[in-house]
């Protein structure tokens, strides 16, 4: 028998929204394409309360364009509400990619270094915002910007930023 509480035990919203690849900011504008994203924001466990009891989130940046990055990613998301339905959310956490890690030989890889973002290591570190707006109780419409980078830790470490919209349900 299920309770009155969401379905989905412990998911707090999920978000879904197209993201434009590559769009610059810390790392280069070499990416094209749209990539969907989706997110589940996870309720607060109690022992997170001593960091400001951060939302866990688990998500996925899917490219449309052959050559973009893919990537799935986790971590914890604090959100601030600036005005009554205003709202600023900060994100840190990690990311797995299907991007390339480096290049492997300069004369091959030539022709791809103004085309492809070298990431450097498969695992990256990953720091996201969101501005929003709370258009009822349950839907939200924000501004999503995320970076994965591996912080040179690797041998290259271009980055990636993606920047676009997405909608969000809160149960």
């Known amino acids: 028998m ?3 509480g969401n379905a989905f035990a412990g998911i707090d919203e999920v978000r879904a929204g197209g993201l434009a690849q590559g769009v610059g900011g810390w790392s280069p504008d070499k990416e094209t394409g ?6 589940a924001l996870f309720k ?3 022992f997170l309360r001593a960091i400001g009891a951060p939302r866990p989130h688990l998500g ?8 973009a990055t ?5 971590g914890l998301e604090w959100r601030q509400h600036l005005a009554r339905r205003l709202f600023v959310a900060g994100a840190v956490g990690g ?4 991007g390339e890690t480096d290049t492997f030989d300069p004369v091959a890889d030539l022709s791809r270094l103004n085309n492809t973002q070298f990431l450097g290591c498969r695992a990256l570190f990953r720091i996201a915002a969101d501005l929003g707006v709370e258009v009822t109780d349950h839907l939200s419409v924000s501004i999503a910007w995320s970076h994965i980078s591996n912080a040179g830790l690797c041998d290259d470490n271009e980055g990636l930023d993606n920047l ?3 909608v969000g349900y809160r149960f």
């Open 60 to 67: 996925v940046a899917i490219a449309t364009d052959n050559d």
């Open 164 to 166: 676009g919209l997405r």
């Open 2 to 4: 299920m309770s009155s």
């Open 44 to 46: 607060s466990p109690g």
């Open 95 to 98: 990311a797995v990619h299907t």
């Open 34 to 39: 749209v990539g969907i994203n989706l997110e």
């Open 70 to 74: 893919s990537q799935i990613y986790a």
